[in-house]
T-cell receptor, first 118, second 106 residues
Framework: GAGVSQSPSNKVTEKGKDVELRCDPISGHTALYWYRQRLGQGLEFLIYFQGNSAPDKSGLPSDRFSAERTGESVSTLTIQRTQQEDSAVYLC????????????????FGPGTRLTVT | QKEVEQNSGPLSVPEGAIASLNCTYSDRVSQSFFWYRQYSGKSPELIMSIYSNGDKEDGRFTAQLNKASQYVSLLIRDSQPSDSATYLCAVEDMRFGAGTRLTVKP
């Protein structure tokens, strides 16, 4: 079946511009996660959705970052007034059931969006 | 204190050897543990999940969990050059270790 998809695959933007990144999870997956991965670094958790609510947005680095999700479907991550330190790969993952459900919280990752802020 | 600790490596093993990757975690009530593999320039992919103490085997991969010691490991038997990647340990959903880079030399 179809996996997690993300668009665009690459985005180059000028400092100060807003960008919107999209994630389409696996159909039927309740939970959706956003991560940031800087070059050569580990995964940095940003936000987690259970359905269309976000019980954990503790990882959002500043108020320039926001995310929303429509039902149990597509999610968008918006970065306003981009800065050079925002340059990274942004990864989206989905899981069948989500946090606290042993046997249903394994994650399936999309291919990522590589964001470059010039 | 980091919640999930992994040796950053790099870990280098010869082809055919056993590669042993280790992970410790701080939250005693954790119930779900995962190993992901990430090839350079690619996104992570799930290799193993483990929820109960003991060993879980899947082909050449064995995950070991010891909740009393707050320790989870991944053994790769008969290592192949294609196993060269960064291996990420995850506890529950969102707590990832920094990853261990494994190189298998032909």
């Amino acid at each position: 079946g179809a996996g997690v998809s993300q668009s665009p695959s690459n985005k180059v933007t000028e400092k100060g511009k807003d960008v919107e990144l999209r994630c389409d999870p696996i159909s039927g997956h309740t939970a959706l996660y956003w991560y940031r991965q800087r070059l050569g670094q580990g995964l940095e958790f940003l936000i987690y959705f259970q359905g269309n609510s976000a019980p954990d947005k503790s990882g959002l680095p500043s108020d320039r970052f926001s995310a929303e999700r429509t039902g149990e479907s597509v999610s968008t991550l918006t970065i306003q007034r981009t800065q050079q330190e925002d340059s990274a790969v942004y990864l989206c993952a989905s899981s069948p059931l989500g946090y606290g459900t042993s046997g249903g919280n394994e994650q399936y990752f999309g291919p990522g969006t590589r964001l470059t802020v010039t | 204190q980091k919640e999930v600790e992994q040796n950053s490596g790099p870990l280098s093993v010869p082809e055919g050897a056993i590669a042993s990757l280790n992970c410790t975690y701080s939250d005693r009530v954790s119930q779900s543990f995962f190993w992901y593999r990430q090839y350079s320039g690619k996104s992570p992919e799930l290799i193993m999940s483990i929820y109960s103490n003991g060993d879980k085997e899947d082909g050449r991969f064995t995950a070991q969990l010891n909740k009393a010691s707050q320790y989870v490991s991944l053994l790769i038997r008969d290592s192949q050059p294609s196993d060269s990647a960064t291996y990420l340990c995850a506890v529950e959903d969102m707590r990832f270790g920094a990853g261990t880079r494994l190189t298998v030399k032909p």
